[in-house]
């Protein structure tokens, strides 16, 4: 969606008119064309300002969607390590604190050279 303009502020502020005999007076038209060669600069300096944003967000949406596309393989990875568990199931933060407990001094026996499912 690029604008196009017929003429650039540099072009309407080098324009040079043709004297006649009665025509307009030189200093109003150019007093007007200053005006007119403002707007095209802000016209010019908004449109690449506003290019520059509109690339600026793409680039955030890609990286937002890999994100996404990363965060929905998680998930799934999930579902199916989880997928075991019933809604009737009592799952509450103790049960999981638990569990993680037990994980951690597991792990600490392997370490140390014992087999936890040996003791007794």
Do not use: C
């Not at 007076?25 to 150019?30: A, F, K, L, R």
């Not at 990875?77 to 049960?95: A, F, W």
């Amino acid at each position: 969606m690029a604008i196009k303009l017929v003429l650039s502020a540099e072009q309407i502020g080098n324009k040079v008119f043709k004297g006649v005999p009665r025509g307009y007076d030189p200093y109003e038209v150019d007093k007007f064309l200053d005006q007119i060669i403002l707007d095209y600069e802000r016209v010019e300096n908004n449109y690449l300002g506003t290019q520059t944003e509109i690339d600026a967000m793409k680039r955030r949406i890609a990286e937002l969607e890999k994100e996404k596309a990363n965060l929905e393989i998680e998930v799934g990875k999930y579902k199916t390590k989880y997928s075991k568990i019933k809604p009737t199931d009592n799952v509450t933060d103790d049960n999981i604190n638990l569990i993680k407990r037990i994980n951690t001094l597991e792990t600490f026996l392997w370490q140390n050279g014992f087999n936890p499912h040996n003791i007794k």
